[in-house]
């Protein structure tokens, strides 16, 4: 079975996402870089804690997160089939649930027209994340 978690995306976000990995680890999840977070899940098959750095788009009630390497990425797989996870905002955790994928008529609500159009071009993806808050 071939899985798009193990391919080398087609476009070249991965590029930029290498580049700069070591200062999004260091940056995420921190109060004044509200772009970036932090999703802190547990491994379906070890059951070990993991965390990986993404950028979100936050509302009040949900965060979404744009998916460049698709929906079969193990840690996309580990929230789906946790049902939720801990997303490190802006200095803060956020219990998140509900996680379910979307595609770009969904997603583009939640973006302003430059954040769209940055998103687009930077990290291209079919799917994102949309993740609601607890008592959302």
């Known amino acids: 079975m ?19 990995a070591p200062a999004v680890r260091v940056l995420a999840g921190r109060r004044w870089f509200p772009i970036w977070a932090v999703v802190h899940h547990r491994g379906r098959v070890t059951g070990r804690s993991l965390t990986v750095p993404v950028a979100v ?4 009630d ?13 840690w996309a797989r ?19 649930n509900d996680p379910r994928i979307i595609d770009e008529a969904a997603a583009r609500p939640y973006y302003s ?3 769209w159009t940055m998103a687009r071009k930077l990290f291209p993806a079919d799917a994102w994340l949309l993740l609601h808050r607890d008592g959302s």
Request: charged share 15%.
């Open 78 to 96: 580990n929230v789906l089939a946790a049902g939720e996870c801990t997303i490190r905002w802006k200095g803060r955790d956020h219990r998140v």
């Open 2 to 20: 071939t899985s798009s978690a193990s391919a080398v995306p087609k476009n070249t976000s991965w590029r930029l996402a290498r580049a700069t």
């Open 113 to 115: 027209r430059f954040t």
């Open 57 to 60: 788009i936050a509302t009040p």
């Open 62 to 74: 949900s965060f979404i997160i744009n998916l460049p390497w698709g929906a079969g990425t193990n």
